[in-house]
């Protein structure tokens, strides 16, 4: 069993920046892939980026390559999320999730078990 829990989270002008993190419970979260999803009132859930547990590969949406900067520590059993040249259309709650096995599906929601009460982000214009 994992717990998440996100903080880090505010309002923010854009152009601006803020650093998500994810303090994760659970012995074995460094083998674990985890993951940012966020969500924008009225829309589905929305891939942002995934780090795989063993490899270590990341993965970006293409919306928030080059601004957003995820990274993890497995000492802390903590992920992170930087991010940079906010936009408004970044403003959503961010979710945390994490998954014991990769199936190369990282984008989709559904292949994550755990998951964070999630954390607002507003960015004003």
């Known amino acids: 069993q994992v717990q998440l829990v996100e903080s880090g989270g505010g309002l923010v002008q854009a152009g601006g920046s803020l650093r998500l993190s994810c303090a994760a419970s659970?012995?074995?979260?460094?083998?674990?892939?985890v993951a940012w999803f966020r969500q924008a009132p009225g829309k589905e859930r929305e891939f942002v980026t995934a780090?795989?547990?063993?490899?270590?590969?990341?993965y970006y949406a293409d919306s928030v390559k080059g601004r957003f900067t995820a990274s993890r520590d497995n000492a802390k059993r903590t992920l992170y999320l930087q991010m940079n040249s906010l936009k408004p259309e970044d403003t959503a709650v961010y979710y945390c999730?994490?998954?014991?096995?990769?199936?190369?599906?990282?984008?989709?929601?559904?292949?994550?078990?755990?998951w964070g009460q999630g954390t607002q982000v507003t960015v004003s214009s």
């Open positions: 780090i795989r547990g063993s490899a270590g590969n990341t």
């Open positions: 999730a994490a998954d014991a096995l990769y199936t190369g599906r990282y984008f989709y929601p559904g292949e994550y078990d755990y």
């Open positions: 659970g012995r074995t979260f460094s083998t674990y892939t």
